[in-house]
């Protein structure tokens, strides 16, 4: 694996939380009915679905990088998802300013296991997603622990969808998708029995944020990014605690192109959140955590 190439000096953010939601070919990553449900949710109607290169030109046009990547939830959706080579082939393709991650299924098994190895061994991916939600997986089940210890082995993160998901809301029954898989307390068995593996716990964690908050403060690898809200509806706990004891895990993400970096950050502007800590949300915690070199 060849190490990234971002410079990071020259950037004024890091995104750890962007969406690939269309192929090449224009397979979308969601059926057509839990795509209709996210943008519904998020208040996003008829937003567009940029392709990886649009994304790169986005976040190049903004001087930030950003880490992408799609949801591999064949299992629990039937929806065959968009293929991590072609991720990580796109963004290989923008690696100044791109990052790829990886999502696999944890029902996939040994297969999964030997997918994220080649992924990362012969693809360059630096992390993996997981949406428990989505999924249909419980995050400490046993069965998903082959898949935890060789991403601890690669040395790189898991990040976890945590809290109520927009994917989902408003068809009947949440489309099948149970929210209970999201509670951030079934991350903290996994934060104990893979002490090694870096953890982002990913948004504001409705309706278990101090859950979210208590697994962060007291195992010392598991972030948090704040993605998927608008900063003036972050919860006040989670602001206090991003000023003082998670100073150095909280993260900067939007969830683009659902919620755009520019309106996430004219939100965060006027956020009490101290001058020296400002710099670490937005990228130096990022940076640190993904391993990224100053050029």
């Given at each position: 694996?060849?190490?990234?190439?971002?410079?990071?000096?020259?950037?004024?953010?890091?995104?750890?939380?962007?969406?690939?939601?269309?192929?090449?070919?224009?397979?979308?990553?969601?059926?057509?009915?839990?795509?209709?449900?996210?943008?519904?949710?998020?208040?996003?109607?008829?937003?567009?679905?940029?392709?990886?290169?649009?994304?790169?030109?986005?976040?190049?046009?903004?001087?930030?990088?950003?880490?992408?990547?799609?949801?591999?939830?064949?299992?629990?959706?039937?929806?065959?998802?968009?293929?991590?080579?072609?991720?990580?082939?796109?963004?290989?393709?923008?690696?100044?300013?791109?990052?790829?991650?990886?999502s696999v299924d944890p029902h996939k098994g040994r297969a999964g296991v030997r997918e994220a190895r080649r992924l990362v061994e012969g693809y360059g991916v630096r992390g993996f997603k997981f949406h428990p939600s989505i999924q249909a997986f419980s995050p400490d089940d046993r069965m998903a622990y082959p898949l935890y210890?060789?991403?601890?082995?690669?040395?790189?993160?898991?990040?976890?969808?945590?809290?109520?998901?927009?994917?989902?809301?408003?068809?009947?029954?949440?489309?099948?998708?149970?929210?209970?898989?999201?509670?951030?307390?079934?991350?903290?068995?996994?934060?104990?029995?893979?002490?090694?593996?870096?953890?982002?716990?990913?948004?504001?964690?409705?309706?278990?944020?101090?859950?979210?908050?208590?697994?962060?403060?007291?195992?010392?690898?598991?972030?948090?990014?704040?993605?998927?809200?608008?900063?003036?509806?972050?919860?006040?706990?989670?602001?206090?605690?991003?000023?003082?004891?998670?100073?150095?895990?909280?993260?900067?993400?939007?969830?683009?192109?659902?919620?755009?970096?520019?309106?996430?950050?004219?939100?965060?502007?006027?956020?009490?959140?101290?001058?020296?800590?400002?710099?670490?949300?937005?990228?130096?915690?990022?940076?640190?955590?993904?391993?990224?070199?100053?050029?």
């Amino acid at each position: 694996m060849s190490d990234p190439v971002i410079n990071v000096d020259a950037l004024t953010a890091i995104d750890v939380h962007t969406h690939a939601e269309i192929s090449r070919t224009g397979h979308g990553a969601l059926g057509p009915e839990l795509f209709g449900a996210s943008e519904e949710y998020f208040k996003a109607h008829g937003h567009r679905q940029p392709t990886i290169d649009e994304m790169a030109a986005y976040y190049r046009q903004r001087h930030m990088a950003a880490v992408v990547f799609t949801v591999d939830a064949e299992h629990g959706t039937g929806h065959p998802r968009i293929a991590n080579e072609e991720v990580a082939e796109s963004c290989a393709a923008h690696a100044d300013v791109l990052v790829p991650f990886a999502s696999v299924d944890p029902h996939k098994g040994r297969a999964g296991v030997r997918e994220a190895r080649r992924l990362v061994e012969g693809y360059g991916v630096r992390g993996f997603k997981f949406h428990p939600s989505i999924q249909a997986f419980s995050p400490d089940d046993r069965m998903a622990y082959p898949l935890y210890e060789t991403i601890e082995e690669l040395g790189v993160p898991a990040l976890f969808h945590t809290g109520q998901t927009g994917i989902g809301a408003g068809v009947p029954g949440g489309g099948g998708i149970r929210l209970k898989y999201s509670n951030p307390m079934l991350v903290d068995d996994v934060a104990v029995d893979f002490p090694e593996l870096r953890i982002i716990l990913a948004h504001p964690s409705f309706p278990w944020q101090d859950e979210a908050l208590a697994v962060a403060t007291h195992k010392p690898y598991v972030y948090i990014d704040l993605s998927g809200w608008s900063p003036k509806y972050l919860p006040p706990q989670l602001v206090r605690y991003a000023n003082t004891l998670l100073k150095d895990k909280v993260l900067f993400g939007s969830d683009y192109p659902v919620i755009t970096p520019d309106r996430w950050l004219a939100d965060f502007e006027k956020l009490d959140i101290r001058p020296e800590v400002r710099p670490r949300i937005l990228k130096d915690n990022a940076a640190r955590l993904l391993g990224l070199h100053k050029d």
